[in-house]
């Protein structure tokens, strides 16, 4: 998931398909204006609690952005 907030409707159900070795990505910008201190907590939180231990949070230098640098890392 990149730059903004996991869907509401998502509930740890959807991903019970997934392997236990699979990771899941929360990625933002250090300065995005959505992200304040209290939806970092929430999003965290309802990452967690959806992905467990599969969840890894990135934090990126920049805004609400789309991280070309961190993409092009994953091919």
């Not at 990505?25 to 995005?32: A, I, P, R």
């Amino acid at each position: 998931m990149h730059s903004g907030g996991i869907p509401i409707e998502l509930v740890h159900e959807n991903f019970t398909h997934f392997r236990k070795e699979t990771k899941v990505t929360y990625l933002y910008g250090d300065n995005d204006p959505y992200i304040t201190a209290a939806r970092k907590t929430d999003e965290q939180l309802k990452g967690t609690n959806i992905f467990g231990e599969k969840l890894e949070t990135i934090v990126f230098k920049g805004t609400h952005e789309v991280n070309t640098d961190y993409i092009n890392s994953l091919s």
